[in-house]
Structure formats: C-alpha cells, structure tokens
C-alpha cells in the first residue's frame, strides 16, 4: 500500500491536486519514454527542481510505473490512461529482452508483502531447513521459510484462477460485497489498521472462494509471469503461512 504522496501533486483545502510544473515534469517523463528515450536518459534531461528533487533513473522508473498518474475518485489525472498503458506496454517489451537471462518468475518477488504490518518481504539471501529460502519482512521482522518451487506454485494456481478465463465469468458474493464495503469505509477513516489489514486479506480469500473453476478437460495456458505481474497489487504472507494473491483494482 503506497502511503508517499508521487510527485505532480500537493494537498490544497484536504484534496490532492495537481502541482504545477511538477505536473508538466510528469508529463514530460512519459512523452520522452514513448519517444525512446531510457530512464537514464531522461533523469539527465531534467535540471534539478526548485524543491530539491535530485532525478535519477530509480525516480524516473517509479514514476512510468505509478497508476495514480491516470487519476481516480482520489487523485486528479496528470496523465491520460491510453499513454500510461502505451509506456507499460512499451516497458513490458523491452524488459522481456530480460527474460532468457533471468527467471521470468523473478517479477513476483517484488510483491511480497506482511500479512501482519504489510510491510515489504524480501529474501534474505540465507538457506535454512530442507533447503528452504528464507524471507523477513523489512517492518516488522516476521520471519518465515518456504520452498521457492511451491511457493511459486501456489501462486501460480491463484493467478490461474484470478487472471485467466478458465471457467465463466468471476461473480462476487454476497460476503465479497459485504467485505469490499467494510474495506472502503475502514479506508476513509483509518482509525484501525491492523483491522483494515485483515479485512483486505479476509476479501482476497473471500474473492478467490467465488472464482470459477477451470473445466476438467480444458488446458490451461501458461502463465505469464511478466503480464501477471503488472496486474498483481500484492502477494501477503502471514504468519500461518497463508497466500493471498491481490489484484489491481481497474
């Protein structure tokens, strides 16, 4: 959950706007991606801003790859939703040329989540009991061990279902409903995160409970790890070692 207001906007009356040239840097940002300009590239084309802000490639990634830019119900649109996914598109292609050398799968990593503080996990890099990868989470330090190959599996299963037309049309109950709606109010006021936490983890289960099985006899296509990744939110982890795979909303 992103809680760093991006850059392009500022809170004026409780309301994010959109701030004025930052904006237009944005704007700038993606028109030069599209034109084939790299992340590098740009960062050097952009002088240093009158608020401090020193550009470097990380920057420029983050925001070709930030979804608020296209505007919600809470932040204004700086850029139109056609150009963002043109630069996911592009970024997609030229990222696949990655792929022969490095495990596809690699993507899902980056979406690691706590299921306790939603903190990010990461590998720690050490090997503990049956071989197994160990992951801590940055925040809190929960700690927990799984098998790379079946954790990827259960994963796997989860997009199948979520990401693929496997077997009818996805139809929310009445307890995703009922959820969902508990979520957006516990949004609004965030009084109790801990409690919003679960909500979200307790939804995700609920959403995935009512999604259509796959047809015993048809088979399924290979998942594309670099295409689910861009429609993952989330993958949280918690303590009973529990996976809730969490997609974007559109």
């Known amino acids: 959950m992103r809680r760093k207001m991006p850059y392009g906007y500022e809170i004026r009356d409780g309301n994010y706007v959109i701030s004025e040239p930052m904006a237009e840097n944005v704007r700038s940002i993606y028109q030069l991606y599209l034109n084939g300009q790299s992340y590098s590239g740009i960062s050097k084309m952009l002088v240093q801003s009158e608020d401090g802000i020193q550009w470097n490639k990380h920057r420029v990634k983050r925001i070709l790859e930030d979804e608020r830019y296209m505007g919600d119900d809470r932040w204004p649109a700086v850029i139109q939703r056609e150009q963002y996914e043109k630069v996911q598109d592009t970024i997609a292609s030229k990222t696949a040329n990655y792929q022969k050398r490095s495990n ?4 899902i990593w980056k979406k690691l989540t706590c299921g306790s503080c939603g903190g990010q ?8 009991e049956g071989g197994k990868t160990q992951l801590r989470c940055k ?7 799984y098998k790379s190959d ?3 599996n259960e ?5 199948e279902r979520l990401c693929q037309p496997n077997g009818g049309e996805y139809e929310p109950s009445d307890e995703v409903i009922r959820i969902e709606n508990q979520i957006n109010r516990g949004l609004e006021c965030l009084d109790d995160p801990e409690c919003v936490l679960n909500q979200i983890l307790n939804g995700a289960a609920a959403r995935f409970r009512c999604c259509p099985e796959a047809s015993d006899g048809r088979q399924k296509e290979p998942v594309d790890w670099m295409i689910a990744g861009r429609w ?3 993958i949280a982890l918690t303590e009973n070692k529990d996976i809730y795979v969490n997609l974007k909303r559109k």
């Open 104 to 107: 596809p799968q690699d993507v």
């Open 121 to 128: 996990v990461h590998r720690t890099g050490a090997r503990v």
């Open 139 to 145: 925040e809190c330090g929960m700690t927990l061990a």
């Open 150 to 152: 079946e954790l990827i």
């Open 155 to 159: 994963i796997k299963i989860q997009i």
């Open 232 to 234: 993952i939110q989330s």
